[in-house]
């Protein structure tokens, strides 16, 4: 049987890629996390020293950066590896009569 976590030539990772870059619109809860991010940075960068302001937001930007890199681990892991499971599954149950 074909090992689907294995196989790099992924349709199901070429589908994710394809629905971010072009089919992706942001909804209401994507729009208020982003509002939100953006509403403690000004915050945070208010409370902070002129001098540390420059390093201070490189800082939240990273942080934001490895936020999302995380969300993107976490959704690769769960959703694409759920639907592997969910097919070997299904093609072990064909298998078996």
């Given at each position: ?93 064909c298998d078996n009569k």
């Amino acid at each position: 049987m074909n090992n689907f976590r294995e196989n790099n030539n992924d349709i199901l990772r070429n589908w994710f890629e394809f629905r971010e870059d072009s089919i992706c619109t942001m909804c209401d809860a994507d729009r208020e996390y982003i509002e939100s991010f953006e509403n403690v940075r000004k915050k945070m960068l208010s409370n902070v020293l002129e001098k540390n302001k420059d390093f201070v937001e490189k800082q939240l930007h990273l942080l934001d950066k490895a936020f999302m890199d995380y969300l993107h681990y976490w959704n690769e892991k769960c959703y694409r590896n759920g639907f592997c499971d969910g097919v070997e599954i299904a093609v072990g149950c064909c298998d078996n009569k």
